[in-house]
Nanobody, 123 residues
């Protein structure tokens, strides 16, 4: 079965950095677009960044210039490098996979989801 396992979350001060990783198994990783979503308490889940199976990227306006998404198809892993973190980045971060035949900018296009990793940014 497909598994997406996130790691790398934690508590960091504002201005700091974290690198999230998501290891995928049970699927042909290179056939899938990958996305990072986040959900803060009381808010809807939102797409933070996505990378297509071909390497094209998408970023939410709120993270452009601060976050970088990348993927290593040899390791079946997608990363999210988060720099200049702000308290408003505090959320549970989820990785997700969408079939290459679909788009990758809407939550409904994603078929598989990880369990999430908590990121907390203190002011």
């Amino acid at each position: 079965q497909v598994q997406l396992v996130e790691s790398g979350g934690g508590l960091v001060q504002a201005g700091g950095s974290l690198r999230l990783s998501c290891a995928a198994s049970g699927l042909t990783f290179s056939w899938y677009h990958m996305g990072w979503f986040r959900q803060a308490p009381g808010k809807e889940r939102e797409l933070v960044a996505a990378i297509s199976n071909g390497g094209s990227t998408y970023y939410a306006d709120s993270v452009k210039g601060r976050f970088t998404i990348s993927r290593d198809n040899g390791k079946n892993t997608v990363y999210l490098q988060m720099n200049s973190l702000k308290p408003e980045d505090t959320a549970v971060y989820y990785c997700a996979a969408a079939r290459r035949s679909r788009g990758y900018t809407l939550a409904g296009e994603y078929e598989y989801w990880g369990q999430g990793t908590q990121v907390a940014v203190s002011s």
